[in-house]
């Protein structure tokens, strides 16, 4: 007699412990196996471009934290970048360099994020999460130095930052930049060479770089596929042609490739930031009339390299206090357009793996 | 060789189950369990002689009930809550309600208001922070052209109804003045931390030095 | 360094291949017409001199007479970007070609540009409402929406 | 007075007239079976908090600490919370099986403790076939979570409880046959007689046998890197998804007591049970290497992370049941060898001899098996820049 079996569609989501916020999958198995699955966004979504419309330029530097909130600095940097480049508005050098170490900490503290929770889904009870969120404390330690908040920053402003930092961040600085490579070095050993993490996470969730480009694909999960394409290096912003250090690749595009690419740009994160601390120059950290700025007519899109891949900001300036449109190219957003053919063909536990490897953030995918 | 990576895992976790460095990395908040070692140490005397002096502090704490305050330390630049803000530099001018981003400042003036040190001024009727909506982003302190308004420390605000969030003039002019040192450059000059520091007055928290009537006059001759 | 092609070396390449479907040009961007968008879209995917493979963004903008949708280009074997733009009259179902096919990295955001701007893509496999739940009344960015 | 079945029992009809043996029978069951559950009940409480305490540590946290002296109290005031707590079940749910799902989870942890030496003797005496007994009735536990899965009428959870039913089965045939060559060597079913007849641990003895044990057993009771029934990332909790108040407390009894239960056996089949040097008593022996176990079995939680599905079944399948069936093969080769068909138990000397080979073959197998199992995939590649992509160039 054959066996009578049917799919089963399950909602992954909106509250469940692996959707990285408010976030819905719906999945078909048959068993195990994922047969189709439709992603649904939209739970979080706050209508930020259209809040733009009616702020000032300064006050949408506030809305920038609240879109990837785990990369508060990056999003700040972002904003400003194509600000300034609408506005021609030149930057002091220092503030500059304040803007590459503040974003710099803060690729390291979103990708500890995402390695905690990458491994809390493969199934590590919250110890690796544990160990990454205390090596994060200190991050946000030094952002609450430099500006008072620790999460929703607000620290930069067009033309420059909020306020230079104060005396007791350097040296609080310095022990964290002597201490990071070795939180590092212990992470790596944990799980890199764990068995149990390889035979979870390698051939598993493979994006050709091929297909990645075609999908706008951009950050780490495009450079895990092997294409070596950072806008730190190919589009420098800031001080960036002046720093030393190297992009990490992958080989295969899959989610080991995803986690340990990340893994190395904290290394070389670290890099930039010590390379920065020699080199700082004394000086102002502020434009004078920024805060009240009224940009010329016309557009821009500014883009910068956030931890997640290529945040871009579109503005559309009509000459008056607000922007006329103001467009967030998020990139977590758009990684999820390969979500679908990644995870169809894999197990369930597959699925969360992947899902998880993409480290997206509902912030940025809602906006 | 395979399988040799899980054990190295092993070792790591059993490193931060043992080292103390890697051990004691947490805050309880707002106090902590304390053991008899570490009163010694605080009444700065031999653990035996403490245990002989108090020995019912020695036994509660030997069973792990004695208790200490301890609150995570924060930065003086920390943008805290309940802000500061003092009346004698306010003029009213409202650009803290102007640059809010969200729009939860009121402020309602009134004209007839007194001569103060910076000039006329309005009299300040109505002064509400909506802090239930307030993201701490510190604008208003930016804003603010004559350091009237700052942000304040605390962090422990939480109500049971959101109206209670609304802070008013009362308690504004009520509240204990010690300002967040974010983006204001001359209490940092002076290493001032709200979180041990004295209330600072008013005359202190401005961001000039009120000059002297010869110094204005000589540098308005000028022109 | 990323260079950007100005409007005029785009609208050079792109006359040359496809006359007439250049309208104007600036110092940074170029509009195309609108139903010649895939053709372009794909000519300037696969042209080895220009390489445009990868997508970065694309924008609507809502210029009360008209719609300007906007595609950020870049080729990364060139380290070229360049930005076309193609306007879109009319504010009953506004409609553009979709360059789905061409680039499967404008799948997301032509349905976000649907949903909140109320432009219709003709080809794309899923126009459906994304952010907003179906159903909703109206395309909030737009200029006149009003709530 | 050793608390047992047989001592109460003899006490008992002692004080009844005669004739009254049935009497006597059912108030030393029911005696015994109270003081068994509730102490067990306590210890499984106690074992919680230190679970939790270790693993707080292990995660540089603190665990539980606020209730009495060090959180001490922490496991009353959870059971208080979870006794108090309203008892939702779905509407649609099947209220018979999913009411007996925890306590069909339960009961067998319980039975288990019934018949472990902790000292020389157990409470319900010398049962002669133990080992059987453990095999049948910890067997038992794969009902209790396929009713749970099943009752709650929760796609999840029903997604939980059928990996689980998958799991459990194919890992108790390497659990058997690995207890079955502790049997071999000792030459007896009982556990006592398995205890007596360790003079040295059958751990150095048997350590293949140890290891399969160990797999097996954590896979049994469902714990890292075997979680994969209760994956809370994926499943939300698995089979007890749609149980709260005391049927989730008591499912939560039933996965605590389960390292207890392992622990136990582990102990007693390969640690030498209560044996060890008189200066302190059986009773504590037994107590240390239990705990020594369970931090085992705590610290692995700790550290590493979860199976997929298709590799936990494939490393029973694949990896354990080849492991397990040589152990067995090299045991029964050894005492054919050793013993020559006598029945007097082996010599501390030749075990040593045997466990020397054991240690080496078990070294050999597990190489052989990483090599085979172990993916080539898995090694490191070398990552080559795609040429789709120049962010160096200068385009002209």
Redesign the interface.
């Known amino acids: 007699m054959p066996i009578r079996t049917e799919p089963v569609t399950i909602n992954l989501g909106p509250q469940h412990p692996s959707t990285h916020g408010v976030f819905r999958l719906r999945v078909t198995f048959d068993g195990e196996e994922v047969i189709d699955l439709e992603p649904v966004f939209g739970y979080l979504h706050r209508g930020t471009e259209k809040l733009a419309e009616e702020r000032t330029y300064t006050q949408i530097v506030t809305l920038t934290d609240r879109l990837d909130y785990e990369s508060a600095m990056s999003n700040n940097l972002g904003y400003v970048t194509a600000l300034e480049k609408l506005g021609g508005i030149e930057v002091p050098e220092r503030a500059m360099y304040l803007r590459v170490i503040s974003v710099e900490l803060q690729r390291i503290a979103s990708h500890l994020v995402f390695t905690g929770f990458f491994l809390q889904e493969l199934g590590t009870f919250v110890t690796m999460l544990m160990y990454c969120f205390r090596e994060r404390e200190r991050i946000l330690d030094l952002f609450e130095m430099l500006c008072g908040a620790r999460i929703t920053v607000s620290y930069m402003r067009p033309g420059g930052l909020t306020q230079d930092a104060p005396s007791d961040f350097w040296p609080a600085l310095n022990d964290f930049l002597e201490d990071m490579p070795g939180y590092i070095d212990e992470l790596e050993e944990l799980i890199t060479r764990n068995e149990i993490v390889l035979s979870r996470t390698r051939d598993v969730g493979v994006l050709d770089p091929e297909v990645a480009i075609d999908a706008s694909i951009s950050g780490p999960i495009l450079r895990a596929s092997g294409v070596q394409w950072d806008l730190r290096k190919a589009d420098p912003y800031e001080i960036y042609s002046e720093m030393d250090f190297e992009i990490p690749i992958g080989a295969t595009g899959d989610c080991f490739d995803r986690y340990i690419v990340r893994l190395q740009e904290m290394r070389e994160s670290v890099k930039i930031i010590k390379q920065c601390v020699d080199k700082i120059p004394d000086g102002t950290v502020k434009t004078d009339g920024a805060f009240f700025m009224r940009p010329p007519e016309g557009d821009a899109y500014g883009c910068v390299e956030a931890p997640r891949g290529e945040l871009g900001f579109y503005i559309v300036s009509d000459g008056g206090i607000s922007p006329y449109r103001c467009k967030i190219r998020s990139p977590s957003f758009i990684n999820t357009t390969m979500l679908r053919d990644m995870i169809v063909g894999g197990k369930m536990s597959d699925l969360i793996v992947i899902f998880g490897s993409l480290a997206v953030n509902m912030g940025e995918v809602d906006r | ?6 054990i ?10 043992l080292l103390p460095s ?2 004691f ?2 805050h ?1 908040y707002p106090d902590r ?1 304390v053991g008899i070692l570490w009163l010694a140490q605080n009444a700065d005397i031999n653990p035996l002689k403490y245990v002989l002096a108090n020995p019912g502090k020695s036994i509660r704490a030997i ?3 004695e208790t200490v305050e301890d609150r995570q330390p ?6 805290g809550e309940e802000f500061t803000w003092y009346e004698q530099r306010c003029t009213g001018c409202a650009s803290c309600a102007k ?1 809010c ?1 969200l729009g939860i400042i009121r402020i309602v003036t009134e004209p007839s208001g007194n001569a103060m040190p910076e000039g006329e001024k309005y009299g300040i009727e109505v002064f509400d922070i909506d802090i239930g909506r307030c ?5 208003c302190v ?2 603010c052209p004559y350091d009237a308004l700052h ?1 304040g420390s605390g962090f422990e605000e939480g109500t049971y109804k959101r109206e209670e969030l609304v802070i008013d003039i009362d308690r504004l002019r009520k509240s204990r003045k010690k300002p ?1 040192t ?2 204001r ?1 001359q209490l ?1 000059e002076k290493s001032y931390d709200p979180g041990i520091g004295r209330d600072v007055d008013w005359t202190e928290a401005g961001r000039h030095e009120s000059p002297s009537s010869d110094d204005q006059a000589a540098k308005w001759a000028k022109r | 360094m990323t260079r950007a092609l100005t409007g005029g070396e785009l609208a050079v390449q792109i006359n040359d291949n496809f006359p007439n479907t250049v309208d104007e040009y600036t110092d940074i961007s170029c509009y195309i017409q609108s139903n010649d968008l895939p053709k372009v879209a794909r000519f300037l995917k696969e042209t080895p001199n220009l390489n445009f493979a990868f997508l970065r963004s694309v924008s609507a903008v809502d210029y009360i007479d008209h719609f300007e949708i906007i595609y950020h280009l870049l080729s990364m074997r060139l380290n070229l970007s360049a930005v076309v733009k193609t306007k879109c009259p009319g504010r009953e179902d506004p409609c553009v070609p979709s360059v789905v096919d061409v680039w499967r990295g404008a799948n997301l955001q032509e349905r976000e540009i649907w949903d909140l701007m109320g432009i219709r893509f003709d080809g794309h496999p899923n126009m459906k409402r994304i952010m907003l739940w179906e159903g909703f009344q109206g395309h909030p960015l737009r200029k006149d929406f009003l709530r | 007075m050793e608390l047992g079945f047989r001592n109460i029992h003899a006490f008992v009809s002692g004080i009844l007239p005669d004739g009254l043996e049935w009497i006597a029978f059912s108030i030393s069951g029911i005696f015994l079976a109270l003081v068994v559950i509730n102490a067990l009940v306590g210890v499984a409480a106690l074992y919680t908090w230190f679970e939790r305490r270790v693993l707080g540590r292990f995660q540089s946290r603190l665990g539980p600490n606020r209730w009495g002296p060090f959180g001490l109290l922490q496991p009353l005031a959870d059971i208080i919370k979870l006794i108090t707590k309203e008892d939702i079940s779905p509407n649609s749910a099947d209220r018979i099986v999913s009411t007996l799902a925890p306590i069909a989870l339960l009961v067998p942890a319980f039975l288990v403790f019934a018949i472990i030496p902790f000292g020389t003797n157990s409470f319900l005496g010398d049962l002669n076939v133990g080992v059987l007994f453990i095999m049948g009735v910890t067997g038992m536990n794969t009902f209790g979570i396929f009713m749970g899965g099943w009752g709650s009428r929760n796609k999840y959870a029903m997604l939980g409880a059928m990996r689980g039913v998958a799991m459990l089965v194919s890992y108790e045939v390497p659990m058997a046959l690995a207890l079955a060559g502790a049997v071999l060597l000792a030459g007896s079913l009982s556990l006592s007689g398995i205890v007596a007849s360790q003079t040295l641990p059958f751990l150095i003895v048997q350590p293949l046998g140890f290891l399969v044990f160990i797999i097996a057993a954590s896979a049994e009771m469902s714990r890292a890197p075997f979680d994969m029934i209760e994956a809370e990332s994926e499943l939300t909790g698995g089979y007890h998804t749609e149980f709260s108040g005391i049927k989730f407390a008591i499912f939560q009894l039933a996965e605590f007591m389960a390292p207890l239960v392992t622990a136990a056996i582990l102990t007693v089949v390969f640690l030498g049970g209560s044996r060890g040097p008189d200066l302190i008593p059986g009773q504590v022996w037994f107590i240390l290497k239990a705990l020594a176990a369970t931090f085992l079995l705590l610290w692995i939680r700790a550290t590493w992370p979860r199976l997929r599905v298709d590799q936990i079944m494939g490393f029973a399948w694949k990896g354990l049941f080849p492991l397990a069936l040589l152990n067995i093969f090299l045991i029964a080769a050894e005492i054919q060898f050793f013993q020559s068909g006598g029945i007097e138990p082996i010599g501390v000397s030749t075990l040593l001899i045997m466990s020397g080979i054991n240690w080496l073959v078990t070294g050999i197998a597990i190489y052989i098996l990483a090599n085979v199992l172990g993916q080539p995939s898995l090694q490191p590649k070398k990552p080559v820049p795609s040429p789709l992509a120049n962010m160096y160039a200068e385009a002209e």
């Open positions: 060789m395979y399988g040799t990576g899980i190295r895992g092993l070792r790591i976790t059993l490193k931060n189950l890697r051990m990395t947490l309880q369990k069973i792990g009930l924060k930065h003086p630049r920390f943008r640059y981003p993201m701490f982003c510190g604008l930016e804003a942000l967040s974010w983006f450059p940092e």
